[in-house]
């Protein structure tokens, strides 16, 4: 059980980025524990009036959506996001992220990288210094992933397949989830395109330049971190 706090400062911050969602945006919904407290403030205000479609990045997103009155439509009927809010699970000061703890990071990058703005909102504990405390997610497919684990064993990064009460976890593309520790890890960059490199590895979650503003909960107040204004 997370310690109430750190529940109050995902809350601070999705409640607070609701804000700039205006009357007929088009809003990427994220995935895990912070967005579900964005989702259910813009289900309030969309019972208060607010005229909004969402794009849900997971199964479990959109099924929350549609319980708070959010209408859904798919990524295709989109075309393009106005704003896409959503968790992280560690950042860095250079707007770097790790994501895909809750398993959705494949979807969420599709919709970052569909999105004209996107905003990350987060717990104070999710900031670091450097990334790797947390392991980076990669999603895999079934077929290759016995050999991907072995490619990434000899590359010293301690690969552990997913698993979820006793079984394979499996993302909503139905694909696997290797988890992997890049704490000694220097050049984020290059590592990430080595890991696209191997056949069967669909994405990494690594997100390097998506982000335009993190909004991050601390106690009872609010730190807002704008890209723009740090380059
Ligand atoms: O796959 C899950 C997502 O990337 C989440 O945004 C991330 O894991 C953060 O989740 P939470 O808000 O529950 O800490």
Excluded: C, W
């Excluded at 579900?36 to 479609?53: D, F, H, P, Q, S």
């Excluded at 989109?78 to 994501?99: H, P, S, V, W």
């Excluded at 790797?132 to 990064?157: D, R, S, V």
């Amino acid at each position: 059980m997370k310690s109430t706090y750190v529940e109050n400062e995902k809350e601070l911050a999705a409640v607070h980025a609701t804000a700039m969602v205006k009357n007929g945006m088009i809003v990427g919904l994220g995935s895990g524990s912070t967005s579900a407290y964005m989702i259910k403030e813009l289900g309030e205000n969309v019972k208060k009036g607010l005229a909004i479609t969402g794009v849900p990045s997971s199964k479990k997103t959109a099924q929350l959506a549609q319980e708070v009155g959010i209408p859904i439509i798919t990524l295709e009927e989109a075309g393009f996001l106005d704003i896409n809010i959503d968790g992280a699970d560690e950042f860095d000061t250079e707007f770097r992220l790790i994501k895909g703890g809750g398993g959705a990071l494949l979807r969420e990058k599709i919709l970052a990288d569909n999105s004209r703005f996107n905003v990350i909102i987060a717990d104070s504990s999710k900031q670091v210094s450097k990334l790797g405390a947390y392991k980076l997610p990669l999603e895999a497919i079934p077929f290759a992933t016995a050999n991907i684990i072995k490619k990434l064993t000899g590359m010293h990064l301690k690969p552990m397949l997913r698993q979820t009460n006793g079984e394979t976890y499996k993302t909503d593309e139905n694909n696997f989830i290797v988890d992997i520790d890049i704490s000694d890890i220097r050049d984020l960059e290059k590592l990430n395109r080595n890991l696209l490199h191997i056949p069967g590895v669909v994405e990494t979650g690594l997100f390097l330049e998506s982000t335009d503003i993190i909004i991050m909960g601390k106690r009872d107040k609010i730190v807002v971190f704008n890209a723009k204004e740090s380059s």
